[in-house]
């Protein structure tokens, strides 16, 4: 390589570089590389030459799930709503931790259209057609899995909140729907006479256990022969 042709090269990167770093208060330095210095973003919904699709936002991979997520085999539509009421049924005991869980689900995502109570008179009421009561005959005598689907998917004007609430914590908010109903109240009721019934009678084998030895050594104890008799008197103790 040619001194004499890098030299002048060489001078000019250093002179840019001096000069792009006495950048002071409003006035910046000299940008040598503007493609380095400022991006070119794109907006979530702005179209892109740049996709198969056409669009800054991609759809997944066909076929694919999130890493964690749990396939629902079910569609929208009434049908299906059905299907889902006969064939699925809730897992999660209404244990204190769920009917919590469920009240605070509740409270985020469905007070704003069905109230406090369930009665259909959230705060948007007046800019938005009225939801239905969920204390209505009609709603308490759905299926927690129909439930769970409308949840899921939506239903009519309702939007689907499958996106937004998780698997287990659609179940609990069905929990605080029934809950709202009397429905779950019982069935926490029962569930906790169940558990504490458990427990006594765990802690009355647990009793049992303790005194089987002790039972144990009296019996042995009474059946174990015992010292040889003494002899009656005036016969000696010996031929």
Same mark, same amino acid.
């Given at each position: 390589?040619?001194?004499? /042709? ?16 006495? +950048? ?58 059905? /299907? ?67 949840? +899921? ?68 104890? @009474?059946? @174990? ?15």
């Amino acid at each position: 390589m040619n001194p004499g /042709r890098t030299t002048p090269i060489l001078a000019l990167f250093v002179v840019a570089g001096a000069l792009s770093c006495d +950048a002071q208060g409003d006035r910046p330095g000299i940008i040598v590389l503007p493609g380095m210095v400022e991006s070119i973003p794109l907006d979530t919904w702005e179209p892109s030459d740049l996709t198969p699709s056409g669009g800054a936002l991609m759809a997944p991979p066909a076929g694919t799930i999130p890493a964690g997520h749990t396939v629902f085999p079910f569609g929208p539509g009434e049908d299906e709503a059905a /299907r889902a009421g006969c064939e699925l049924s809730n897992p999660l005991a209404p244990t204190a931790e769920n009917l919590a869980r469920g009240e605070w689900i509740y409270a985020t995502y469905c007070h704003v259209c069905h109230g406090p109570a369930g009665e259909g008179d959230g705060p948007i009421i007046g800019k938005f057609p009225n939801p239905p009561n969920l204390l209505a005959n009609h709603t308490r005598e759905l299926e927690d899995g129909r439930i769970y689907h409308v949840i +899921a998917l939506g239903q009519e004007l309702m939007p689907a909140c499958g996106t937004q609430i998780l698997s287990d914590d659609r179940w609990r908010a069905t929990q605080h729907v029934r809950q709202l109903q009397g429905i779950q109240t019982a069935a926490a009721a029962t569930a906790d006479l169940a558990v504490a019934t458990d427990v006594e009678l765990e802690e009355e084998a647990e009793v049992e256990l303790e005194a089987e030895p002790e039972t144990a050594v009296e019996a042995e104890v @009474s059946d @174990s022969p015992g010292p040889p008799a003494a002899p009656a008197a005036g016969t000696g103790g010996t031929p």
